[in-house]
Antibody
Framework: QVTLKESGPGMLQPSKTLSLTCSFS??????????VSWIRQPSGKSLEWLAA???????YYNPSLKSRLTVSKDTSNTQVFLKITSVDIADTATYYC?????WGPGTMVTVSS | DIQMTQSPASLSASLEEIVTITCKAS??????LSWYQQKPGKSPQLLIY???SLADGVPSRFSGSRSGTQYSLKISRPQVDDSGIYYC?????????FGAGTKLELK
């Protein structure tokens, strides 16, 4: 059974770095073809793909935020991480990790002073 | 970036209708097109992948098709539980891009 779950700080101040963790089970990111993505959704708005990392460690970023994003994975291939630097109010959203066929429940992040 | 133009933004349909939602890609995407359903407070659930393939466990009243660079999701004889917001996604090239969403209300 494939499951993913996101975790994050809940709330953070502008200009800080947001660190998110995606813990998953039911598959291994070391399997050829596997990709885990990060997507976010501001309240009441559509979805925005942010970044992805594949089984080979290749990383993909949305150019609109690329300079602020870092995606990585752990050596056991059961967790994926996303860091977003210099957050501001516009980064307030629910953040999802997904294998695209399976998504986590999301973690809400609020940027506020 | 590939733009996905989704329409309509919202629609209200009866249980006897056939509901059609479309997404037009700004360029060819080789059928790397998925459809998702999202209910309030929940994460998106995959309905259709590769434009026409039904995801596991999805009822057969959902179907996908393509005409040129326009992709369609059809719901035949929708159920009340099909209410929600529907999104298309192109995964042909990064950055992956979603449509703006279609809010479906069943009456």
């Amino acid at each position: 059974q494939v499951t993913l779950k996101e975790s994050g700080p809940g709330m953070l101040q502008p200009s800080k770095t947001l660190s998110l963790t995606c813990s998953f089970s039911g598959f291994s990111l070391s399997t050829s073809g596997m990709v885990v993505s990060w997507i976010r959704q501001p309240s009441g708005k559509s979805l925005e793909w942010l970044a992805a990392i594949d089984w080979d460690g290749d990383k993909y970023y949305n150019p609109s935020l690329k300079s602020r994003l870092t995606v990585s994975k752990d050596t056991s291939n059961t967790q994926v991480f996303l860091k977003i630097t210099s957050v501001d109010i516009a980064d307030t959203a629910t953040y999802y990790c997904a294998r695209m066929d399976f998504w986590g429940p999301g973690t809400m992040v609020t940027v506020s002073s | 970036d590939i733009q996905m133009t989704q329409s309509p933004a919202s629609l209200s349909a009866s249980l006897e209708e056939i509901v059609t939602i479309t997404c037009k890609a700004s360029q060819g995407i080789d059928d790397y097109l998925s459809w998702y359903q999202q209910k309030p407070g929940k994460s998106p659930q995959l309905l259709i992948y590769d434009a026409t393939s039904l995801a596991d466990g999805v009822p057969s009243r959902f179907s996908g098709s393509r005409s040129g660079t326009q992709y369609s999701l059809k719901i035949s004889r929708p159920q009340v539980d099909d209410s929600g917001i529907y999104y298309c996604l192109q995964s042909y090239s990064t950055p992956y891009t979603f449509g703006a969403g279609t809010k479906l209300e069943l009456k």
